[in-house]
């Protein structure tokens, strides 16, 4: 037994109504196309012009070609029976050239991204929601008022924007420790959100987040210890580096966040914050060992490197020459004072300036007393420097530590 065909078509497809710009033809094609050919075109695929003028015309598009949505698909059929052997090759092709900006910064991303990689970093991808409690009873740095709040959200813990970097990585060093994972190097971009002067602030960040031991356990290499604010400082220096950034300031930091930090800046543009995070904020997190954290403003980053001009210079052919000294000097100071004075007297002669080694005896020493013994590198790029031109330079520099940083010297 057969029945009469039943057609069910509940939502029929509407053929689609496109408009064409007969200037924007000829532009693709390359040629002028008179309109009579044109509208044959259209017949003949059985395109039903709805409307034509001066400018533009409108067609409806055959169901069967469903791809056909766009301007440039009408223009396509068009020329597809034209016929592309009767468009003339031109002698000269022209083209746009997207200018990208310099530096790229994805390709600086990529380029970051490769290098912590390099060094045993997993990149993680944090949510960018965050739970106010961390802000209202654990952490008093950043105020209530600046907190950007979510209404209506899907999970009642996370309820606002994470205003910093910090909180959503320490989550993440819990999640790991709490599954056996207490060796971590994490790195990650993203972004914050603050309520500022004009609505909403957003900015983009680098974190760094050290737990745990320093060196992967090897038969080959046997170092031991855990990773610490020097292991932190190395790897923000070299980021720093590869970002072609040297000239900076050193301030220490002393607030909540770490127990003892320190930023780097440019005047008043912060370009990195690091140090060892605060045991009481690791507690409160429940994490069970020490974290290093550095929060990079990837913004602030990327102005400076647009400042930035690369210099070259050729390789000194001459011998360079070292000098040690030994400097007793109050705990207060710092060695970034210390490079500061050697940069200001030896000038051009002092190439480099390594602090090598630090001892604190108060027996021996003195309260509030710390001895570190740093070398100088010389070299002139035109001679040979003699011992009487460098042990000039040596003598200058005594002077001006003992004058200005109340320095002395351990023979």
Known sequence: IASEVVDIYPEPVKPAEVTVKYAHIDRLIGIAIPREEVHSILKALEMEVLSDGEEAFTVAVPTNKSDVTREADVIEEILRIYGYNKVPIPEQVKTGINIAPKPDPDELRNTIGDYLAANGFHEMMALSLSESRFYKGIYKSIGEEELVYIHNTSNVHLDIMRPDMLFSGLSAVVHNQNRQQTD??????????????NGIDERQHLSLFLSGARYPESWLD?????ADYYSLKA???????RFGLAAYQETAIQDETFAYGMQYHRGQQVLVQFGKVSPRLCKQMDIRSGVCYAD???????????????????????????RDLALVIDNSVNFSDIVALARKVG???????NLF???????????????????????????????????????????????????????
Request: glycine share 6%; aromatic share 10%; net charge positive.
């Open 222 to 226: 046997n170092r031991k210890g855990d």
């Open 184 to 197: 971590l190097k994490l790195f990650e971009f993203g972004r914050t959100y603050r309520h500022g002067g």
């Open 296 to 322: 990079f403003n990837w913004e602030t980053m990327l102005k400076a490197v647009r400042k930035h001009r690369i210099e070259y210079q050729e390789l000194n052919k001459y011998p360079t020459v070292r």
């Open 347 to 353: 000038k051009k002669l002092i190439q480099d300036i």
């Open 357 to 411: 080694d630090v001892y604190e005896n108060e027996a021996q020493l003195g309260k509030g007393k710390k001895s570190y013994a740093v070398s100088f590198l010389f070299e002139d790029p035109a001679k040979t420097l003699k011992d009487k031109e460098v042990d000039k330079v040596v003598n200058q520099l005594i002077e001006a530590y003992e004058s200005q940083l109340g320095a002395s010297i351990r023979r």
């Open 235 to 241: 790897i923000v220096s070299n980021v720093l580096a």
